[in-house]
């Protein structure tokens, strides 16, 4: 099913993304744009993310080089898409 009309991006893709550390609407967007026209899809992908557990979340939490886990996982995405 298509999550994003703008982008075509489907509920598949979002939970590829979802399964390789995308843990928010925004790191979704880095990686697939799905969000960033009409924004009509943004409470759909937050209900495909759920509010499970996200590693780098709770790295973060703790103060484990923020700057650098926030960055890593977004690129890495970018590129397989």
Not at 7 to 28: L, N, S, Y
């Amino acid at each position: 099913m298509y999550v994003c009309s703008c982008f075509g991006v489907t509920d598949k893709q979002v939970k590829e993304h979802a399964a390789a550390g995308a843990c928010t609407p925004r790191q979704i967007a880095s990686a697939t744009k799905a969000g960033t026209d009409c924004g009509s899809c943004v409470r759909t992908i937050q209900g495909l993310l759920g509010r499970g557990a996200c590693p780098r979340r709770e790295l973060l939490e703790k103060g484990n080089g923020a700057a650098v886990l926030a960055a890593e996982p977004v690129a890495a995405l970018a590129e397989a898409a």
